[in-house]
């Protein structure tokens, strides 16, 4: 769940949708809310691909998830 909170906060920040951070990534359209909600892990190049799209750095959203994890 803390990397899907992670991204919903970055996404929202960016004013996307799920099924418009999906299609920029080139992911499933369902993809986004499963990690959101913790249904899944994301791949290194899953985060990579997320990390682009929402134009930060794969390191911020490794360490905002680990941050995540520590509270």
């Known amino acids: 769940m803390a ?9 929202l920040r960016k004013k996307l949708s799920q099924e418009a951070l999906a299609l ?3 992911l499933d359209r369902t993809y986004p809310s ?4 913790g249904q899944r892990q994301p791949t290194l190049a899953v985060v ?3 990390a682009e799209v929402l134009e930060v750095s794969p390191t911020l959203l490794v360490n905002r998830t680990a941050e ?4």
């Open 3 to 11: 990397f899907g909170r992670v991204l919903r906060e970055l996404r």
């Open 24 to 26: 920029r990534a080139g």
């Open 34 to 37: 499963l990690l959101e909600r």
């Open 48 to 50: 990579l691909a997320v």
């Open 68 to 71: 995540e994890l520590r509270k």
